[in-house]
């Protein structure tokens, strides 16, 4: 079950779990898709200090693929700049088929913000996998 309604602007669709978990979906991959994705991570991490509960991502490119990992380096230098004091992350990574080298090259960036994050990839047919992992030793979502 989803809380509220979900949020789309173009190519990045966003929704919340029931779960707590942050689900974040590529429709396309554009110019604009990196700056969906951060607009939605920065409205996630808004008001959120290392003191909150640790944030439970999901980013899905399945459909689409992920966007450009040079946009994504941008985008996370500037959402490093605009949240120093951020909580704690754990990302599951949702791929189709054989993106393996991009899904790699991801959760290396990812972890250049912050090596306490948990980052790992999933197949498609392993979502619920994902979500079993992302909620593991959780009492409550963030």
Known sequence: MVTGSPRSVTSCLYRR????????TFTNVSPDTVTELFAHLN???????????????LLDGSAAGFPPL????????????????RPLVRYAL????????????LERVIQLFRSSNEVRSFQ????AAAEAWLLRDVQSGG
Do not use: C, W
């Not at 949702?94 to 090259?105: D, E, F, K, L, T």
């Open 17 to 24: 779990l029931d779960s707590g978990i942050h689900e974040l």
């Open 70 to 85: 040079n946009r994504v380096m941008n985008g996370g230098k500037d959402l490093v700049a605009r949240h120093p004091d």
């Open 124 to 127: 498609s047919s392993e979502r």
């Open 94 to 105: 949702i791929m189709q088929g054989n993106m393996r080298y991009i899904v790699s090259a």
């Open 43 to 57: 409205a996630i991490f808004d008001g959120k200090t290392h003191r909150d509960p640790r944030l439970l991502i």
